[in-house]
């Protein structure tokens, strides 16, 4: 059966590439997978979850892969640079990815509670730089350096500029920026 499972997860992979979330429907899904709508109900249940699970499953894979490009002992700034490179990285080799930044009807990820979603995931990110940094760490809900590396990595991965098309050009960017916004001694 998983490679029943495979086929599905693949098809509303394309799907979602393709046509957005809106085009995701066990009917559809089924068709592109060329199993029955029973098998993909059996495997995933409903809609919700089927697209909750395949969502998932590439932002786990992505962000192991931004993990593992990031080196916490460096300069703090060029640690915040390289994160929001690598993500724009993974973003730009993964289309699904792309496909959840599109703020399209029926996209899961763009709703009133998308920053607050966005805020454990940035977390978990940043805590190795939090580690070797510990003044660095987040002192509430609404810290300035988390809100600040949102909101810029969300500008760097949505919208591209000569000035920031290519890694090295975003990256060198990225690191000055980060380098006058940090507090005195961080980097």
Known sequence: MSGARERVVAATTGLIESDGFEAITI????????????????????????????????AVEALAGIRA????????????????????????????????LRPREGNPLFDEGAMDRAWPVALGLLEPLFEHRP????????????????????????????????????????AEWFRDALPEGAD
């Not at 460096?74 to 959840?100: C, K, N, S």
């Not at 809100?147 to 000569?162: A, H, K």
């Open 135 to 174: 003044g660095l760490r987040p002192t509430g809900p609404t810290d300035p350096l988390v809100e600040l590396v949102l909101r810029t990595g969300l500008s760097v991965v949505l919208f591209d500029s000569p000035a920031t098309r290519d890694d090295d050009d975003a990256r060198h960017l990225l």
């Open 27 to 58: 009917a559809a899904v089924a068709r592109g997978a060329g199993v029955t709508r029973q098998t993909v109900y059996s495997l995933f249940g409903d809609r919700e979850r089927l697209v909750s699970e395949v969502v998932v499953g590439v």
């Open 69 to 100: 490009a990031l080196r916490p002992d460096g300069p703090a700034a060029v640690y915040l640079a390289d994160l929001i490179v690598g993500a724009r990285r993974e973003v730009r080799a993964r289309p699904v990815l792309a496909a959840l």
